[in-house]
T-cell receptor, first 112, second 116 residues
Framework: QQQVKQSPQSLIVQKGGIPIINCAYE??????FPWYQQFPGKGPALLIA?????SEKKEGRFTISFNKSAKQFSLHIMDSQPGDSATYFC???????????FGGGTRLMVKP | EAQVTQNPRYLITVTGKKLTVTCSQN?????MSWYRQDPGLGLRQIYY???????DKGDVPEGYKVSRKEKRNFPLILESPSPNQTSLYFC???????????????FGEGSRLTVL
């Protein structure tokens, strides 16, 4: 049973589009929500992270929206580029940080 | 260069033949962890270590062992591999950090294991 559910599993958008990836969690003890980006043949790398005291965080073209009452958070990629084509993982952790629970991943393809 | 190094990167083995996947980090990180990545299931934590000689089970520890005798190394041991352990394995590390115990995880490049 996955504690962090991610959708969609795959996503295709045109260059310039705004892909949105959604995640939902169950454990109310989670208070740290990162997103990781993984290119083929590489390990995941931290993209952006949020804590539940804010509802939105932007870093460049990447934005996390967070809805604490609904226990949902999402990643938006503005003006998407072919170089953004990768697998994206949402994750969640409590403050102890000993276990980071990942969603199932979304394979994004941005067409030129 | 700061990095997490895993070896081997690729391995094909047979059922029951013990194997070890090594992991080493050069960032003086206290925390290290092993994950397996399977399609549709994301990354699932196998074992983690908060510091030297301190290890604990993650979500899917069955069939695996770990040890943390030195701060930089965290090997993953499969005593008797089975086909359901065919997967892509990642080692990761992070520092304790200031904001509680959360923070950026640094991943290795992965070890693809096939058990026949």
């Amino acid at each position: 049973q996955q504690q962090v559910k991610q959708s969609p599993q795959s996503l295709i958008v045109q260059k310039g589009g705004i892909p949105i990836i959604n995640c939902a969690y169950e454990n109310t003890a989670f208070d740290y929500f990162p997103w990781y980006q993984q290119f083929p043949g590489k390990g995941p790398a931290l993209l952006i992270a949020i804590r539940p005291d804010v509802s939105e965080k932007k870093e460049g073209r990447f934005t996390i929206s967070f809805n604490k009452s609904a226990k949902q958070f999402s990643l938006h990629i503005m003006d998407s580029q072919p170089g953004d084509s990768a697998t994206y993982f949402c994750a969640a952790s409590n403050n102890a940080g000993n276990m980071l629970t990942f969603g199932g991943g979304t394979r994004l393809m941005v067409k030129p | 260069e700061a990095q997490v190094t895993q070896n081997p990167r690729y391995l094909i083995t047979v059922t029951g033949k013990k194997l070890t996947v090594t992991c080493s980090q050069n960032m003086n990180h206290e925390y290290m962890s092993w994950y397996r990545q399977d399609p549709g299931l994301g990354l699932r934590q196998i074992y983690y270590s908060m510091n030297v000689e301190v290890t604990d089970k993650g979500d899917v520890p069955e069939g695996y062992k770990v040890s943390r005798k030195e701060k930089r190394n965290f090997p993953l041991i499969l005593e008797s591999p089975s086909p359901n352990q065919t997967s892509l394995y990642f080692c990761a590390s992070r520092s304790r950090g200031l904001a509680g115990n959360t923070g950026e995880l640094f991943f290795g490049e992965g070890s693809r294991l096939t058990v026949l």
